[in-house]
């Protein structure tokens, strides 16, 4: 549509990204999708511009239905999705709104009572809206699960099983998802009607434009370096990823003791203090941010320069998620991971899946001086053992005077 063509040139777009070559024709057909890709490779888009292209074709004068559900993991990936709703759209007669936890549920109700065509939502704020009646998803019509493998792992299964039947029965649905686990597969052989696969940008190819390095510390001295690193190498903005809450606030508290500018986003964190200090690193008036994995997941900020793993993540996806914060389109980036003895296995298995070789490095000062866990070699069987032969008992030689009593084995 010329519209949507005309809101994507004012963007900047030139031309589409992978993803969205493949999955744009196929959901303008209307058939479901199942797709995996990265943050950063432009998904959002794929399946935005047919559901504005879709409701537009559709949509009467001074009509409004909501024809369209958006579920995210995440309030900060449903904030950004609207964002782009909003640039998308401009130029249509398009309407949305946002369903999610830690904003008044009142003031959603009410948006969403006066009419949208497009709901974005997290699924626990969507089911309350529905048990109040607020929402009536029976016209929605294209239903698009962003994330779907982090939603799976934070548990909200039973709401997306609870959520689909109430749409229209001729819906398309969407699924989107860094990669087919086995719980993903499930879900869609559940509910996609024979779906088109879309697999883009493996994990391989995130992090070739980003620079990794490894600086290997004692566990003890992590939060000392990671003030060091920051402070002596003039990093104006860094987000740091940490495991746990506890760490995350530990980190800040250090960090702003040292007279870094630090502040944190976890799920403890109210929403509007999250979005201020979102706003606040953007905006150059602190220069780091601290985060746990789930909290990051849908923060977008344009030329990241640094990213740092405090410490490493449960998974490989988790790590792609984390270094994929920077180096995004096409620009160059640095990922840093601060290594510990009792991580030096996990590290070596992200290497071998991403087929990589990330040099080792310490800093004077922060050698290392914990020892490196023996790498256990694996026990293998004597050759009768594996034949299953009986195993023969070595002879003893007699000893004699002249042995002096010794006793000898052949």
Known sequence: ??????????????????????????????KDVLGTAQSGTGKTAAFLLPILQNISQQKKEKETILRALILVPTRELAAQVAKNISHYSRHLDITHAIAVGGLSAKEQAKKIEKGIDILVATSGRLMEHIQNKSVDLSSVNQIVLDEVDTMLDMGFLEDIEAIFPLASPKRQIMMYSATLTQNVKKLAKEFLFDPMVIEVAAQRSTVKIIEQQIIKVDFEKKRELLSFLIGSRNFQQVLVFANTKACVDEIVDTLNLDGLPALAIHGDIKQPARARALRKFKAGEIRVLVATDIAARGIDIEE???????????????????????????????????????????????????????????????????????????????????????????????????????????
């Open 304 to 410: 990241l320069p640094y990213v740092i793993n405090y410490e490493l993540p449960e998974g490989i996806q988790d790590y792609t998620h984390r270094i994929g914060r920077t180096g995004r389109a096409g620009k160059e980036g640095v990922a840093i991971t601060l290594l510990c003895t009792k991580e030096y296995k996990q590290m070596a298995e992200i290497e071998k899946e991403l087929i990589i070789n990330i040099p080792r490095q310490s800093i004077d000062g922060y050698e290392p001086t914990e020892k490196a866990p023996r790498m256990k070699k694996p026990k293998t069987k004597k050759l009768s053992v594996k034949k299953g032969l009986k195993e023969r008992k070595p002879k003893t030689k007699k000893t004699t005077k002249r042995d002096d009593n010794r006793t000898f084995r052949k």
């Open 1 to 30: 549509m010329p519209q949507i063509i005309k809101a994507l040139q004012e963007e900047g777009y030139e031309k589409p990204t992978a993803i969205q070559k493949k999955a744009i024709p196929i959901a303008l057909n209307g």
